[in-house]
């Protein structure tokens, strides 16, 4: 396992939610809030990003009790498409998904019988009802919507669509549209029943590195955590990618360094505490 052989040096610090931050059962544990609340006293920025829109990730932003601070004022949602600044209160950063490629995945899902689902601040809007974009409210806390016009409904604009099913029906999804969207979406798993489409050259990353350029700080002291295929874009433009242990090995094979211990044991918390407090 690689590890850092010296405190290192960082000014901001982005960290995945699910498996990362947060444990199995959606907590953080004291010890990881006082970790994390410790290098925001020192002025290291932190930075939770997430795949959940805000609404879904502003109840662990009140669990770390940090937005109160300057270093705490921003959040990264929807895997990257969506930045806000907390204590302004405002959108500071946002990608869509284009009408055509949105339209596109919706038919081609369509044609294979797969639901596809969008999101705003408070709802899931799904083509039909199913059993993953249940759990995707259950676990997000946000209400679900079934809509009859689909297609209409995307004459809007989205940051993502997901489509969510069977695993095996995800990975068959993602071969095709990987290469018949090729430079036109950003097209991974969140999980393996959660298929994205994102807009191009969008990502956890490029949001950071974006965020970062405007607050001054240079890419070598920036940091993340985290776990899934949808933190790999996190990871390797960081100067200091962490993968979970937990995470997949996928994700551990291009980070930097790799947690000691798991979401379950304090793993970020660990990681801190020996290497950056």
């Known amino acids: 396992m690689n590890l850092p052989d010296k405190k ?6 982005a960290c995945d939610l699910d498996d990362t931050l947060l444990t199995d059962e959606l907590s953080i544990s004291p010890r990881t809030v006082r970790a ?8 290291i920025y932190i930075v939770l ?4 829109v805000d609404h879904a990730i502003l ?17 990264i949602a929807q895997n990257g498409a969506a930045l806000y600044d907390l204590h302004a209160r405002d959108l500071i950063y946002s990608r869509t998904v284009p009408t055509e490629v949105a339209r596109f995945v919706y038919r081609e899902a369509q044609a294979r ?14 083509s039909f009802d199913n059993p993953w974009s249940q759990k995707d409210a259950e676990l997000s806390k946000l209400q679900l919507t079934i809509v009859d016009n689909y297609e209409q409904l995307l004459s809007k604009s989205f940051p993502k669509i997901v489509i969510p099913a069977a695993v095996d029906s995800v990975r068959a999804f993602q071969l095709f549209l990987t290469d018949a969207l090729t430079g036109r979406a950003e097209i991974f798993t969140s ?18 590195l974006w965020l970062a350029q405007k607050l001054d700080i240079p890419r070598a002291q920036t940091m993340a955590f985290g ?3 949808n933190d790999i874009s996190l990871l390797t433009q ?12 996928d994700v551990q094979a291009c980070a930097r360094y790799v947690t000691r211990f798991d979401n379950n044991h304090d793993g970020i918390a660990d990681f801190l505490e020996e290497f950056v407090l």
């Open 238 to 249: 960081t100067a200091y990618g962490v993968a979970m242990c937990n995470g997949h090995a």
């Open 59 to 75: 109840p662990f932003v009140r669990v770390l009790d940090c937005a109160g601070l300057e270093a705490g004022r921003y959040i």
């Open 113 to 126: 019988a797969l639901p596809v689902q969008v999101y705003d601040a408070t709802t899931i809007y799904t």
């Open 49 to 52: 990003a997430s795949g959940r």
């Open 36 to 43: 994390v609340q410790a290098a925001a006293a020192q002025g």
């Open 8 to 13: 290192l040096s960082v000014k901001i610090i």
């Open 191 to 208: 999980k393996p029943y959660f298929l994205e489409i994102m807009p191009p050259e969008c990502g956890k990353g490029e949001s950071l």
């Open 227 to 229: 776990d899934g295929m």
